[in-house]
């Protein structure tokens, strides 16, 4: 199973809207509605943003979107701040009833 | 409020094994899915494995270097997850992370660190 493909960075300045791709395959992101993504800050443990595709969890910004299209997922950051200056890392349920990541992008706040 | 703890990290040698916990609190253990997740220093997530919340069910990550090597499990009645690493390398370097969940991963803990080195 191969890692979900992500951009290695994006960059965008305060205020402005990003966007982040994960694309995989009929077997993961686009067969599954489980995809989800995680922010994580340097040295800290992953944190839950996006869940089924679309959903956000209770405390997260509403700044925060996900969709996806085909076989390819994309999480939308709206507004951005600078602390949303970190790693973002998709995942997909897939075929095999594993779970896979995507490489991860580095988001930097110019 | 839910909180994960892993422990049994350190430095370990070449070829040798080790067994990580991940011991869990302020939900039901028995009634969640549970997996472990590593992260090479300066890498990304690697999802290793899954199991099931009555353990009778357990996933692996396909990638050859964790397949027959690693063993996952659990004690509901301790409230403890467990992965078993063996014959262990220097990529297997890593933060092992333990995280709850079936198609996301809600809850994680703070990772513990893993270096293989002579």
């Known amino acids: 199973q191969s890692a979900l493909t992500q951009p290695a960075s994006v960059s965008g300045s305060p205020g402005q809207s990003i966007t982040i791709s994960c694309t995989g395959t009929s077997s993961d992101v686009g067969g599954y509605n489980y995809v989800s993504w995680y922010q994580q800050h340097p040295g800290k443990a992953p944190k839950l943003l996006i869940y089924?595709?679309?959903n956000r969890p209770s405390g997260v910004s509403n700044r925060f979107s996900g969709s996806k299209s085909g076989n390819t997922a994309s999480l939308t950051i709206s507004g951005l701040q600078a602390e949303d200056e970190a790693d973002y890392y998709c995942?997909?349920?897939?075929?095999?009833?594993?779970?896979?990541f995507g490489g991860g992008t580095k988001l930097t706040v110019l | 409020q839910v909180h994960l703890v892993e422990s049994g990290g350190g430095v370990v040698q070449p070829g040798r094994s080790l067994r990580l916990s991940c011991a869990a609190s302020?939900?039901?253990?028995?009634?969640?899915?549970l997996h472990w997740v590593r992260q090479a220093p300066g890498k990304g997530l690697e999802w290793l494995a899954l199991?099931?919340?009555?353990?009778?069910?357990?996933?692996?990550a396909d990638a050859d270097s964790v397949k027959g090597r690693f063993t996952i499990s659990r004690d509901n009645s301790k409230n403890t997850l467990y992965l078993q690493m063996n014959s262990l390398t220097a990529e297997d370097t890593a933060v092992y992370y333990c995280?709850?969940?079936?198609?996301?991963?809600?809850?994680w803990g703070q990772g513990t660190l893993v270096t293989v080195s002579s």
């Open positions: 089924d595709v679309s």
């Open positions: 199991i099931s919340p009555d353990g009778n069910n357990k996933y692996y």
């Open positions: 995942n997909s349920y897939t075929l095999y009833s594993t779970r896979v």
């Open positions: 995280a709850r969940g079936f198609g996301n991963f809600d809850y």
């Open positions: 302020g939900f039901t253990f028995s009634s969640y899915a």
